[in-house]
């Protein structure tokens, strides 16, 4: 017979036992059970018993087999299993955060909506941020299109205005959205590759979807790799309609502007972001609120009428097209801001659910028919996700203003109806009734046509919006769509769809196609691929459209990453340190060791990272603070390197010290130095070099840095 484990032996021997660092009390039957101390409360199963046990399950004998009358284990166990409910289909990673939209001035005049009725009304807001392609696990800087999804409870009902941070989409029809998704995801045989659209499948759908090009222009830029869920954009895309008390309607596109401007990343920075920190946006809306740095959003809406409409250049019922701003200027309308984070990431961000279709009066749809196709899927989503009507019952559903109607039993029916009478009209005198004047009333438009499945030929013009939104970026931006491209389609095995991406560029515009050509080493340039309508090449840049033309120039909201050493001069530190925060801005310490470094004065400085932890791409801009002495704890560190190489690389300010004057050498880029790097002198201010930060990025240096300069 095998010896009994020591560890047994000893807890028969006292009454009282710590298991797992927690204090156990033996029963009467010998058996261990929680050690309800002062107000703790007593831990119970499901069903309310009493629990004495919650760690070792019923068993004949010490070794011998479990029993089927541990009902305890049996009911933690089925519902441990059943945890889970099926990701969403798309937008499976999101991360949301409660706050308020405030309403800048009466907008009777367009709506009858109650939220934009009354200056300075606050309305309550539910957002959730998310990528598309993803699985729920997937990593947060995966180049992709960014949804942004807000649900206002609003006295009249929930309105969700389910967005993205992208203002056009890939196609016209949602018929052709399971195609699409399908061809995004993983390929289904391998199940990989994992959020990324850099395959066959994406790119042979695309290749094959002229539509989709003005999309591919975006998604292939900056905008799909944002620094930060707080310094992006968001649209409605779709045009809807704001409809008045006098039943007038105007048509609408809602902009959401981030009050920090919009900021992205490098692609070699999102890379490495991934591997170091998986969860970089979920953490820095995380850090940001919890701090009380509420991120905050100006609601834009471009307004306009039939006869814009007529006028326009592209159909505004065509959801891959935009209205450029300078065309239709936005008029600021609200403000969002976000200031608590959800008591339970499950209850609310993974149960909320968003539908198009919750609208209330004053609001509603335009014949978009990619947004009636949504319409009609956002609710059925919602049964299969959360597994029963009820959905409405859950707290994060639930509107916030009074509500009354006859549905009744289903699954997991919380809110039940009380009395006789579920159903209208009754002559108990009892219940809600309809109401014809506050109720909702679809704008009556007048609609005549044949049936048919068509697509109307207003909508085929596929390239002039995709080549105004190229030629409106800058230089470096440029460069990254055709890098961004070129890298893509480097993943594609299929020739033949490298080739007919080429020809879809060269209706866009011929050096980029050229340039993407030339990089994947295609033999030949293909033909023109076949376009419905010429490529218009008279629409005018739309500076708008830039990230880098609108930055903020302001380091506030945005994070420096300063490396300390061992003997790093205080006075230094505290004056950094003083000017960033004085910015608005956050800083890290990074060390050679986490528990920190002894500084000038002998005092301990405790850091946020060591090297390895905390590399240069978790930061906007770096500070090299060593010490003549310090320093030889980083110079043979390759993540010291890396640190420097990768902040210089990635066209980031980098702020130092004389002593650091080694490291610049071991990064390779002491002969290299240019207005971003820049020397910290001993006893001045710092404030100059906060200021500086103001540019966030020295993009003038990325050409010099691929063509290996430096
Ligand atoms: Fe969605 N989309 N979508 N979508 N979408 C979903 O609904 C769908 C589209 C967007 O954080 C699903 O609850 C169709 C455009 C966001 O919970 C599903 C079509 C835009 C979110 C669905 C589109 C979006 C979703 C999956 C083509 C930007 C996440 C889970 C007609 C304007 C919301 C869910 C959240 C989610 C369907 C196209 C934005 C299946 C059929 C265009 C932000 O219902």
């Given at each position: 017979m095998a010896k009994k484990p020591a560890a047994l032996k000893s807890m028969q021997k006292t009454d009282i036992v710590t298991i797992h660092d927690q204090k156990m009390q033996r029963g009467s039957g010998g058996e261990l059970h929680q050690f309800a101390e002062g107000d703790t409360p007593v831990l119970t199963t499901a069903q309310g018993g009493p629990v004495s046990d919650d760690q070792n399950s019923l068993r004949i004998g010490a070794r011998g087999p479990l029993v089927v009358d541990d009902f305890h284990f049996r009911e933690k166990m089925f519902h441990f299993d059943h945890e889970r409910i099926p990701e969403r289909v798309v937008h499976a990673r999101g991360y949301g955060a409660h706050g308020y939209f405030e309403n800048y001035d009466s907008l009777a005049q367009y709506t009858k909506a109650d939220l934009f009725q009354r200056k300075g009304e606050k309305t309550p807001v539910f957002v959730r941020f998310s990528t598309v392609a993803?699985?729920?696990?997937?990593?947060?800087?995966?180049?992709d299109v960014r949804g942004f999804a807000v649900k206002a409870y609003t006295k009249e009902g929930n309105w969700d205005l389910v967005g993205n941070n992208i203002p056009v989409f890939f196609i016209q029809d949602a018929i052709k959205f399971p195609d699409l998704i399908h061809a995004a995801k993983q390929e289904p045989d391998r199940a990989f590759p994992q959020a990324q659209t850099a395959h066959d499948n994406f790119w042979d759908f695309i290749s094959l979807t002229p539509e989709s090009m003005n999309m591919i222009m975006w998604t292939m830029s900056d905008r799909a790799i944002p620094r930060s869920l707080r310094f992006m954009e968001g649209f409605g895309v779709h045009t809807f309609r704001f409809v008045n008390d006098k039943d007038e309607s105007t048509f609408v596109k809602f902009h959401w502007k981030p009050k920090l401007g919009l900021q992205s990343v490098a692609w070699n920075e999102a890379v490495k972001i991934n591997g170091a920190d998986p969860d970089f946006h979920r953490r820095d809306l995380w850090n940001s609120i919890q701090s009380g740095n509420f991120p905050e959003w100006e609601l834009q809406v471009q307004l306009f009428d039939q006869e814009f409409a007529d006028n326009f250049d592209f159909d505004v019922l065509d959801p891959t097209k935009i209205i450029p701003e300078e065309i239709l200027p936005p008029k600021a309308i609200g403000r969002m801001v976000l200031d608590r984070m959800p008591d339970n990431f499950f209850a609310e961000t993974e149960q909320v659910a968003f539908m198009t279709q919750n609208v209330p009066p004053g609001i509603d749809f335009s014949n978009d028919p990619l947004l009636q196709g949504r319409n009609f899927s956002y609710l059925d989503t919602q049964l299969k996700r959360l597994g029963g009507p009820n959905f409405t019952h859950l707290p994060i559903n639930a509107p916030k203003c009074p509500f009354a109607h006859f549905q009744q039993d289903g699954h997991m029916a919380m809110r039940n109806p009380v009395g006789r009478v579920n159903y209208q009209p009754n002559s108990h005198g009892e219940g809600p009734r309809e109401s014809p004047t506050q109720g909702y009333r679809h704008f009556p438009a007048e609609e005549q046509g044949t049936k048919a499945r068509l697509r109307p030929e207003s909508f085929a013009d596929h390239y002039s919006q995709a080549r105004q939104f190229y030629i409106s970026q800058t230089g470096a931006e440029q460069r990254h769509i055709a890098a961004a491209l070129t890298f893509e389609l480097s993943k594609v095995e299929m020739p033949v769809i490298r080739e007919r991406m080429v020809s879809h560029l060269l209706n866009i515009d011929e050096t980029l196609a050229a340039t993407v050509a030339q990089k994947l080493g295609l033999e030949a340039m293909p033909k023109h691929a076949d376009a419905a309508m010429p490529t218009r090449q008279d629409l005018d840049p739309s500076p708008a459209l830039s990230i880098v033309n609108n930055g903020p120039k302001r380091f506030e909201g945005r994070k420096l990453g300063i490396l300390i050493t061992d003997g790093v001069d205080v006075g230094m530190l505290k004056a950094l340190t003083d000017a960033i925060t004085a910015e608005k801005a956050v800083f890290e310490l990074i060390a050679p060791?986490?528990?920190?470094v002894k500084a000038s004065d002998a005092s301990m400085i405790k850091a946020h990272h060591m090297i390895d932890g905390g590399p240069s791409v978790l930061f906007d801009a770096v500070a090299l603070l060593t010490s003549p002495d310090g320093i030889d704890d980083l110079i043979d560190e390759a993540t010291a390197r890396d640190f420097v190489a990768d902040a210089f690389q990635h066209c980031k300010f980098i702020g130092y010290v004389e002593s650091a004057t080694p490291l610049l050498q071991k990064a390779g880029i002491a002969d290299a130095i240019d207005e971003g790097v820049i020397a910290l002198p001993q006893d001045e201010d710092p404030t100059d070099f906060v200021s500086k930060l103001a540019d966030l990025r020295v993009w003038g240096r990325e050409p010099s840095v691929k063509l290996g300069k430096a």
């Open positions: 993803g699985n729920k696990g997937s990593a947060d800087l995966a180049r060791k986490v528990g920190g």
